[in-house]
């Protein structure tokens, strides 16, 4: 998975650098993952930190298109039986958004997506794989250190709705994370 990311990370730059007119943007930082699923939470625990990407193209005016992705490790222990369980999910979010104008160094911006969700969790020598459909809702703001380069603070949910084992399990959850991005 992480290849992947990097690999996308790595073409997208490799097609959009060669552009002029601000026209794309680049961001990355982290952000504290609080799970919707509630036996999810109570295995790996309330939050998690969940490193973050998002690559976008302004299309017209203040409206643009994005690609990001993001993802949660955890590892906890299934009560009575102590045995180690690790899982981890995965975020793939294609979407568009709306940003401000900017006021003096501040900028804010809304965007929505379209999101593939991943679940893969190991426990007593069982394996689950998961991926399901959903969405991806964040609200943001950015403050302009230079004129290209923005640090970013986000509030968003992103939900997949699936069902294993009879379970009907949410992939995701609320994330309030920070970012470091450039606009070329």
Known sequence: MKKIVILSILLALAIALPAQGDRFFASIGASAFAPADA????????VQASPEFKLGY???R???????????????????LEA???ASQMFLSLGAGWETRRWGRLQ???????????????????TVSKWAP???????????????????????YAGAWAE????????????????LGLRF
Not at 62 to 80: E, Q
Not at 134 to 152: Q, S
């Open 84 to 86: 180690e369980a690790k």
């Open 134 to 156: 959903g969405f991806d809702v964040r609200a943001g703001l950015r403050y302009f250190l230079k004129k290209k380069i923005y640090l970013g603070l986000t509030l968003g």
């Open 58 to 60: 302004n299309l017209y």
């Open 108 to 126: 804010a911006d809304l965007c929505a997506a379209l999101l593939m969700g991943g679940l893969h969790e190991k426990a007593m020598d069982a």
């Open 164 to 179: 294993i084992n009879a379970l009907d399990i949410v992939i995701g959850g609320v994330r309030i994370g920070g970012s």
């Open 39 to 46: 036996r999810f939470k109570d295995l790996y625990g309330d």
């Open 62 to 80: 203040n409206f643009y298109f994005w690609l990001g992705g993001s993802f949660v490790s955890a590892t906890g222990i299934i009560p009575v």
